[in-house]
Nanobody, 127 residues
Framework: QVQLVESGGGLVQPGGSLRLSCAAS????????AAWFRQAPGKEREGVSC????????YYADSVKGRFTISRDNVKNTVYLQMNSLKPEDTAVYYC????????????????????WGQGTQVTVSS
């Protein structure tokens, strides 16, 4: 059974940090691009970051550049999103997603390009 399970969300004050994890089961993560998306209340889901199969390519939305870092541990079959200097506008449900790809390709940034999704984890930035 294929499954993505996000964890690490919670309530944090502005300026604080969180690290999200996405544990993949039923996948060999080496073969998949991975991404994080988020959806704030009343807004459409948006891309946050992605990392390619061979880690050679990463993408960050302008709103998170310099504050968020995506990484992957293919041995642990886990994708991470380190979020620093959090702002209230980062409040959202965060989702991880995977799409299978050969190596040598950039990870896609669009939601429609991903085939597998987790259930999401809530991040709330508030004082």
């Amino acid at each position: 059974q294929v499954q993505l399970v996000e964890s690490g969300g919670g309530l944090v004050q502005p300026g604080g940090s969180l690290r999200l994890s996405c544990a993949a089961s039923g996948f060999i993560l080496n073969y998949y691009h991975a991404a994080w998306f988020r959806q704030a209340p009343g807004k459409e889901r948006e891309g946050v970051s992605c990392i390619s199969v061979d880690k050679g390519n990463t993408y960050y939305a302008d709103s998170v550049k310099g504050r968020f870092t995506i990484s992957r541990d293919n041995v642990k079959n886990t994708v991470y999103l380190q979020m620093n200097s959090l702002k209230p506008e980062d409040t959202a449900v965060y989702y991880c997603a995977l799409v299978r790809s050969p190596s040598g390709y950039d990870c896609p940034a669009a939601e429609d390009d991903y085939d597998y999704w987790g259930q999401g984890t809530q991040v709330t930035v508030s004082s």
